[in-house]
């Protein structure tokens, strides 16, 4: 397997304007939240960015999710069906 090219992954995606704007309005929303105490820093949440606006998540959930947001669905693909054992 290659070595992943960071580097080049931040020229092509993240350094976009479109990108810097995203990440902008994520850090303005985590600022907003511990301003209101909703979060803390080192709490071992994150702002989950929702169809509904953003919500208070457990950083773990919200990392693993495959449900919030319809890009995540497409980011992983159809996946594999578990195998179950057959019921006697």
Sequence with gaps: MAKRDYRSEYKKFQS????????????????????NGTVKKGDGYDMSHTKNGTVKKKRSVNRGSSSDMPGDRRARGKG?????????
């Excluded at 976009?16 to 301003?35: P, W």
Aim: proline share 3%; glycine share 4%; charged share 60%.
């Design 80 to 88: 594999q069906k578990k195998r179950q054992p057959k019921k006697k």
């Design 16 to 35: 976009s304007e479109e990108q810097k704007k995203k990440r902008a309005g994520r850090n303005k929303a985590r600022r907003k939240a511990m301003k």
